[in-house]
């Protein structure tokens, strides 16, 4: 395993910087008063940029702005073709500009591999929506027996407030502006402050393509300052919001005392259970993959390996493995795999958590801290109970928990003993155990021997229990954006 983590100051020097200012209104300007803070590299722990620190006054303009979008008709009235037109090139110039997004969500977040494939197709996949989006016609007589025409239209639902996190923002942030444009909504986005720069950099994208003013707005601050007068806002008719439990179950308690729609994308714990019949040589890569792919800081990563006692040793030991030979280090080298965690905040909670582990648990492999700049850490696993902090508690970073069953519904139960409910993945030869326990995990996503390379945009994304409410992506994700309205005339 890596010991000492070799940083390049050189490769981060000319790297293309969005704008830095709000975006209102279809222009860039600097927040009311005239505010901004540090973002910082976390891998060099330097300040990379000064960015606009908005507040309510600029929350209000931003509303004032998608307002304007969608009631004055310049968004909302588009046709869809016209919409699908607008998405469709911002999916182009992100692909154009594929290597410069690539390098600014990577040098923001500490990550390999942070390029914008994800985003590209998720706005793609809703630029198809746009046009397919229609109501119904009824067949129902009045009250007297006389012919009406009676229909359902399906109408955006208005102004959409997205908030996202830190640890994809692009992706995070395309799921929600994508389905909220093509259904003609008109978008006020609020990016995590660790990592605003690629959304600010898809605004200016979004410029270049041609939307009209107000239909996408940017308002960088802290959460909040920017975030919390978003979701009160009163001309904001949804939100949506992904980011920790905590935070959400505030929002949406906010959003629905003020009748607002609300979608909630939130924390995990999610389990992957490993059945003895399952084809270990092939999966245990997986497995390990599972948690420490972006240092752990991915919402339906499975951090609980459940495994049926007559393969406890060998997956332990084949998981232990592949963790020992993760090259952690610096995002911009090739052979990287994980980098750095997102900050200094981060870094001590998840040592928290690790100091925790070591005192409830059996520490495996791992727990320490690489090198003295940036917060690198070692891939790291426990062995341990189920019912423990670190085996209940979302802990964002790479840590794993090996926790022993002895049959099917033991199992299942374990599985579902926290209160999450986001993602699991099940390893079986069986056919039947892999169907029934898809039936009885409760969560929004089961994989079973791996699957598709989701969330994908063509499937609903979203948790069960304390992981959220509402479902992302999909056509669920254009339902999510849209209401019906009724309206019968007297022929
Ligand atoms: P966070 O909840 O701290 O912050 C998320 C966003 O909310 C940020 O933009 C932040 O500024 C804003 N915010 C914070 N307090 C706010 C408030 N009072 N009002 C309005 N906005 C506020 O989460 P994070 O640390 O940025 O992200 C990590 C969390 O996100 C983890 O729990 C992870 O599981 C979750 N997540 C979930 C999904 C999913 O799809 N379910 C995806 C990615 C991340």
């Given at each position: 395993m890596t010991t000492a983590v070799e940083i390049d100051f050189d490769i981060r020097v000319g790297i293309a910087l969005p704008p830095t200012d709000l975006l209102v209104g279809g222009e860039w300007q600097p927040a009311a008063v005239g505010e901004r803070f540090e973002v910082i590299d976390p891998?060099?722990?330097?300040?990379?940029?000064?960015?606009?620190?908005?507040?309510?006054?600029d929350v209000q303009r931003a509303v004032a702005a998608a307002r304007a979008a969608v009631d004055g008709g310049a968004w909302s009235r588009l046709s869809g073709v016209e919409r699908g037109r607008l998405l469709f090139r911002l999916a182009d110039l992100m692909e154009r500009d594929f290597a410069q997004l690539t390098q600014v969500e990577t040098l923001d977040i500490g990550q390999p591999l942070k390029n914008p494939s994800?985003?590209?197709?998720?706005?793609?996949?809703?630029?198809?929506?746009?046009?397919?989006?229609?109501?119904?016609?009824?067949v129902l007589p009045d009250s007297n027996g006389r012919p009406t025409h009676t229909y359902v239209r399906r109408e955006p639902i208005g102004v959409v407030a997205a908030i996202t996190p830190w640890n994809s923002p692009l992706m995070t942030g395309a799921w929600k502006i994508a389905p909220a444009l093509a259904a003609g909504c008109s978008v006020v986005i609020k990016p995590p402050e660790d990592a605003p720069l690629s959304t600010l950099y898809l605004g200016a994208l979004a410029l270049e393509a041609g939307f009209p003013p107000g239909a996408i707005n940017i308002v960088?601050?802290?959460?909040t300052e920017a975030g919390a007068p978003l979701v009160t806002a009163p001309g904001v008719d949804k939100v949506t919001f992904t980011g920790s439990t905590a935070v959400g179950r505030q929002i949406g308690a906010q959003a629905s005392g003020l009748l607002k729609a609300v979608t909630l994308e939130l924390g995990g714990k999610s389990p992957q259970v490993v059945f003895a019949d399952a084809d270990l040589e092939r999966h245990i890569p997986m497995m390990a993959r599972q948690f420490y792919l972006n240092s752990g800081q991915v919402c339906a990563a499975g951090t609980r390996l459940l495994v049926e006692r007559p393969v406890l040793d060998q997956v332990i030991e084949g998981v232990a493995r592949q963790l020992e030979q993760v090259r952690v280090g610096d995002p911009f080298k090739p052979d990287t795999q994980i980098g750095s965690l997102i900050s200094r905040r981060q870094f001590e909670r998840v040592s928290g958590y690790i100091d925790r582990g070591r005192a409830e648990a059996t520490l495996v492999t791992g727990g320490n801290r690489l090198g003295d700049?940036?917060?690198?850490?070692?891939p790291t696993l426990f062995t341990g109970t189920n019912d423990i902090t670190i085996g209940q508690e979302e802990i964002f970073g790479p840590v794993g928990l090996v926790v022993p069953f002895d049959s099917y519904e033991e199992a299942i139960r374990l599985a579902n003993d926290t209160p999450y409910g986001l993602a699991s993945v099940v390893y079986t030869a069986n056919l039947g155990t892999a169907h029934r326990a898809a039936a009885d995990i409760r969560a929004g996503l089961v994989r079973v021997n791996g699957g598709a390379g989701v969330p994908a945009p063509q499937v609903p994304f979203g948790g069960m229990k304390?992981?959220?409410?509402?479902?992302?992506?999909s056509y669920a994700g254009i339902e999510a954006c849209t209401v019906e309205k009724t309206v019968s005339l007297e022929l």
């Open positions: 891998v060099t722990e330097r300040v990379i940029a000064h960015v606009a620190r908005g507040r309510e006054a994800a985003a590209i197709a998720t706005l793609r996949y809703f630029a198809g929506w746009a046009d397919k989006i229609d109501g119904r016609h009824v960088p601050g802290l959460g700049t940036g917060f690198f850490l070692q304390s992981s959220g409410l509402g479902r992302e992506l």
